[in-house]
């Protein structure tokens, strides 16, 4: 079947169809060899990715710029605002539209939600969002169903658990958008009463037909689920400290909770506390996995968008 992807800019997973997440999964399958040889291929020689990080991140940003170069093209950017004339008193309107001078694509991660939707209104590259606040972070959405569909075969029919700081996480909400579009999925939140799933999320997931139940500990649900996503106390998204150090450690998973289940664990990263290092070595463990997948999925991102619209 020839399949056909339309969107220009990556901004929301809520602008995906099954068939859109169908395409770049297939895409990142088959640049899989080249991302795992480690080869440089010539899909995107000479094309320029602009990288604009006003936020932290480790394996977002390099996972773009391997992926950029390991297409044959290169990336340039920032890491924080703080190297940026941002800094200066710039504008980010004003430092989008040079980026977009010099490159192909711009990838964007900030920490006000609508930014990278800002951006894709005033230039004519592709956008990605690549984390804006407690918004949404689709491309790590695709990692994590290019994940699941490898590991376990298929993502319909699967009982996935949401574990940890729901409120704040833009991964977990991203996610769930994304499972709206498959059959017959139950995800289980685990959250502190402090920092369940936001009414804007219920409201969307509402409208398809996955079943949710909230509940208050992985025990409840841990022979039910085939996935535990595990994600990290967003600490710098609180605005009180002691709010933060109250719920530290709320959850954690590790080794012998584990042993005899039928499930894979799975992790945006960074981990704080929230899954023991005991867990790394055994076969629930496939966080690393995850964010090795990183790079033949926003592989197959770049070529499709930068192939798709040409300067
Ligand atoms: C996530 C993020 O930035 O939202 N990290 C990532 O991109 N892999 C998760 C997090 O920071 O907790």
Request: one cysteine or more; charged letters at 30%.
């Amino acid at each position: 079947m020839i399949r056909i992807f339309e969107l220009k800019n990556i901004i929301s997973i809520k602008d995906f169809e099954r068939k859109d997440i169908d395409y770049i999964l297939e895409e990142a399958s088959k640049l899989e060899k080249i991302a795992k040889s480690k080869e440089v291929c010539e899909e995107l020689k000479g094309k320029i990715l602009g990288l604009m990080f006003f936020e932290p991140s480790t394996r977002t940003r390099m996972s773009f710029e391997t992926a950029i170069k390991r297409l044959g093209g290169d990336g340039i950017g920032f890491e924080n605002s703080g190297s940026s004339s941002v800094s200066k008193g710039e504008s980010i309107a004003d430092t989008a539209k040079m980026f977009e001078g010099y490159c192909d694509a711009l990838v964007i991660r900030h920490e006000l939600e609508g930014v990278s939707k800002f951006i894709s209104d005033i230039v004519d590259v592709p956008v990605i969002n690549a984390g804006d606040g407690a918004g949404q972070h689709p491309t790590q959405t695709l990692l994590d169903l290019y994940t699941i569909k490898k590991e376990i075969g298929e993502i319909d029919n699967l009982n996935i658990a949401l574990i940890g700081d729901l409120k704040y996480g833009r991964t977990v909400h991203s996610l769930s958008n994304a499972l709206g579009l498959y059959k017959n999925v139950t995800i289980y939140l685990v959250s502190p009463p402090e920092l369940k799933m936001p009414n804007e999320v219920f409201h969307d997931i509402n409208k398809t037909n996955v079943t949710w139940k909230e509940v208050e500990t992985i025990e409840e649900i841990i022979d039910d689920v085939d996935v535990l996503y595990v994600t990290r106390i967003q600490k710098e998204r609180f605005g009180d400290i002691d709010d933060y150090l109250k719920i530290k450690g709320a959850y954690v998973v590790n080794k012998k909770m584990l042993e005899g289940k039928d499930l894979i664990v799975m992790h945006p990263l960074p981990r704080i506390d929230e899954i023991d290092t005991d867990v790394d070595d055994t076969k629930y463990n496939k966080y690393f996995t995850q964010a090795a997948n990183a790079v033949p999925v926003r592989m197959a991102i770049l070529k499709t968008l930068i192939k798709n619209n040409p300067k």
